[in-house]
């Protein structure tokens, strides 16, 4: 038998709330963008391009075979006034033309 739902308060719980951000939004708004790049993992450098980026992490465009968790420092415009600064992240997802890094620091 099916459970009847009572009428809330009109909050959303935070489960709900979780479940939206992670479906329909993102912490970091994106800016998208084709900036040449070169970053350390797995003990050697690599040049790729960065093809999107926010305070959160970057998306980078490159060859080659990295490890899902990964350690990467990754050299690019992270200064307010777009100089080149590095920022340490770790590899949260794989795709066949790159690499999607989250900021640790």
Request: glycine content about 10%.
């Amino acid at each position: 038998m099916a459970k009847r739902i009572k009428p809330g308060n009109g909050k959303v719980k935070p489960a709900v709330l979780s479940l939206r951000r992670t479906l329909n939004s993102r912490l970091h708004a994106r800016t998208l963008c084709s900036v040449a790049t070169h970053f350390a993992a797995n003990r050697q450098l690599f040049r790729g391009i960065i093809k999107n980026l926010s305070a959160g992490g970057t998306y980078i465009q490159v060859k080659g075979r990295f490890a899902l968790g990964g350690d990467v420092i990754v050299a690019g415009p992270f200064a307010a006034n777009q100089e080149e600064t590095k920022r340490h992240g770790k590899i949260v997802r794989l795709e066949d033309n790159g690499i999607a890094v989250r900021f640790v620091s």
